[in-house]
Antibody, heavy 120, light 107 residues
Framework: QVQLQESGPGLVKPSQTLSLTCTVS??????????WSWIRQYPGKGLEWIGN???????YYNPSLKSRLTISLDTSKNQFSLKLSSVTAADTAVYYC????????????WGQGTMVTVSS | DIQMTQSPSSVSASVGDRVTITCRAS??????LAWYQQKPGKAPKLLIY???SLQGGVPSRFSGSGSGTDFTLSISSLQPEDFATYYC?????????FGQGTKVGIK
């Protein structure tokens, strides 16, 4: 079955760029016509959708992050990636990658999540 | 943005109880609604999509209903493994948004 795994630094300095990668296993990132997504969860609870990318490369970003955000795809490695620039402490969160299902767009498969702390 | 408001924020219940959680959207989202269960330290798990369709492998004691702006998640007979936090999420329009969560705790 399809599984997702996030990877990347757990600590990022303020003003730097946060970079994470999600590796998809058990299936091709280009099959099924799925969107792939990044979501974050702040300490304490709230979930925030960051953005989606389609296997053909089209992207949809949260307007609140759009100016700092890039989501890209590497089909040769079966991976998709997140880059968030000019980070502050407010970007400290658990970051999840997820697959977007085809009926009513739920997040049907999630990675385990990776904690990213922004601190000097 | 579409705001998703869940109630209650928390509920205390006993094993065997019926629990109902509500989610209200700030505008019509038809049936573009999903429900998730999250346990501490784990990723959310999809329970319901399309407002009322049960995700594969999810026990039938979970059910969802509603359309438009008002939705409910029901657990017919609460089991020990159901104590968790539950979130709703709309998939109708960008930005995709979540409710603030409802914690189901032990009475």
């Amino acid at each position: 079955q399809v599984q997702l795994q996030e990877s990347g630094p757990g600590l990022v300095k303020p003003s730097q760029t946060l970079s994470l990668t999600c590796t998809v296993s058990g299936g091709s990132i280009t099959s099924g016509g799925y969107f792939w997504s990044w979501i974050r969860q702040y300490p304490g609870k709230g979930l925030e959708w960051i953005g989606n990318i389609h296997y053909r490369g089209s992207t949809y970003y949260n307007p609140s992050l759009k100016s700092r955000l890039t989501i890209s795809l590497d089909t040769s490695k079966n991976q998709f990636s997140l880059k968030l620039s000019s980070v502050t402490a407010a970007d400290t969160a658990v970051y999840y990658c997820a697959r977007v299902g085809t009926v009513s767009a739920p997040f049907d498969i999630w990675g385990q999540g990776t904690m990213v702390t922004v601190s000097s | 943005d579409i705001q998703m408001t869940q109630s209650p924020s928390s509920v205390s219940a006993s094993v065997g109880d019926r629990v109902t959680i509500t989610c209200r959207a700030s505008q019509d989202i038809s049936t573009w609604l999903a429900w998730y269960q999250q346990k501490p330290g784990k990723a959310p798990k999809l329970l319901i999509y399309g407002a009322s369709s049960l995700q594969g492998g999810v026990p039938s004691r979970f059910s969802g209903s509603g359309s438009g702006t008002d939705f409910t998640l029901s657990i017919s007979s609460l089991q020990p493994e159901d104590f968790a936090t539950y979130y709703c999420q709309q998939g109708k329009s960008f930005p995709l948004t979540f409710g603030q969560g409802t914690k189901v705790g032990i009475k």
